[in-house]
């Protein structure tokens, strides 16, 4: 196996994809790299992936929305809000889209402007 240096002189081994994994795209290959660095709580690794695809693809919801939770995981508030509201705007029956602002907009100390969005996402179906 070859071995590639990285700036630092540090060596590792090159990267070779999981199987199944050669026919995603760029931009979904990233998105799930995105997922894991989530998943693993690695929150501003999934907004460095997520801010260039949401730029792309402004459209796409669940990278907007997995943007939104990892702003709001990585305490990025104002960050979080923005995506929530993007996401209420887009599509006003999403429960889940009125829970996350209202969460944003708790944890800045807003409780007021948060109420609206609570009781939506009650009478919407979210938990």
Known sequence: MTEITTRG???QP???LP??????SVDA??????R???????FTDAVAALE???VRHPGDRAARELL???YFSAAMLAKAEVQARDLVRRSPSDAYA??????????????????????????????
């Open 9 to 11: 002189g540090v060596t």
């Open 14 to 16: 090159p990267v070779s």
């Open 19 to 24: 199987q199944g994994l050669g026919d995603l």
């Open 29 to 34: 290959l990233q998105f799930a790299l995105a």
């Open 36 to 42: 894991s660095a989530f998943d693993d709580r690695r």
């Open 52 to 54: 260039p695809l949401v």
């Open 68 to 70: 939104a939770r990892s």
């Open 98 to 127: 009125h829970l996350l602002l209202s969460r944003c907009l708790e944890r800045q100390s807003r409780p007021d402007e948060a109420r609206g969005h609570r009781v939506m996402a009650h009478v919407l179906g979210a938990d």
